[in-house]
Nanobody
Framework: SVQVVESGGGSVQAGGSLRLSCAAS????????MAWFRQAPGKEREGVAGIENDGSVLYASSVKGRFTISRDNAKSTLSLQMNDLKPDDTAVYYC?????????????????WGQGTQVTVSS
């Protein structure tokens, strides 16, 4: 089965940067599409950025222009570069993988989830 493991979370002041990484393993057909989600306390899990099977990249409007998602298929890794971080970006960030081809920011598309990594942004 597919496994995904996140790393790179931490604490940073507003305006700072962090880079998250996700190492994926398992059948490639089960991880055609990958994405980052986040969940803040008391809020629903939301899609942040995703890469669909054809390479299309989607971003939530709240992070567009500040976050960059990338995927290295040879190394089976997914990254999220987060710049100009804001206190509202504070959340647990999850890496997810899907056998589906489209719908990168729809959490219902994903069967495989990591344990999450905490990102805390202070003002």
């Amino acid at each position: 089965s597919v496994q995904v493991v996140e790393s790179g979370g931490g604490s940073v002041q507003a305006g700072g940067s962090l880079r998250l990484s996700c190492a994926a393993s398992g059948p490639t057909d089960e991880r055609k599409m990958m994405a980052w989600f986040r969940q803040a306390p008391g809020k629903e899990r939301e899609g942040v950025a995703g890469i669909e099977n054809d390479g299309s990249v989607l971003y939530a409007s709240s992070v567009k222009g500040r976050f960059t998602i990338s995927r290295d298929n040879a190394k089976s890794t997914l990254s999220l570069q987060m710049n100009d971080l804001k206190p509202d970006d504070t959340a647990v960030y999850y890496c997810a993988a899907s056998r589906m081809s489209r719908g990168a920011l729809d959490r219902g598309m994903y069967a495989y989830w990591g344990q999450g990594t905490q990102v805390t942004v202070s003002s």
